[in-house]
């Protein structure tokens, strides 16, 4: 599951809404502001892209897209 929090935040500093990502997910806005929110699942290579997206290097990865 994605944090969050951390993402969210991102998405501020960046001033990107979820219907970035889900241009970049090619979804619904809606499906993607679930999927950054955690009640729909956010796959691998969709974690990729909004990685890609929101600039977050590969040694952060897991600290956007796992949490404990």
Known sequence: MP???KLKAR???LGLT???VADVLNIAPATASQKINGICPLYLHEAQAVANLLKIE???FSDYFFTC
């Open 3 to 5: 944090n969050t929090r």
């Open 11 to 13: 998405m501020v500093e």
């Open 18 to 20: 979820p219907k970035d």
């Open 58 to 60: 590969d040694s952060a």
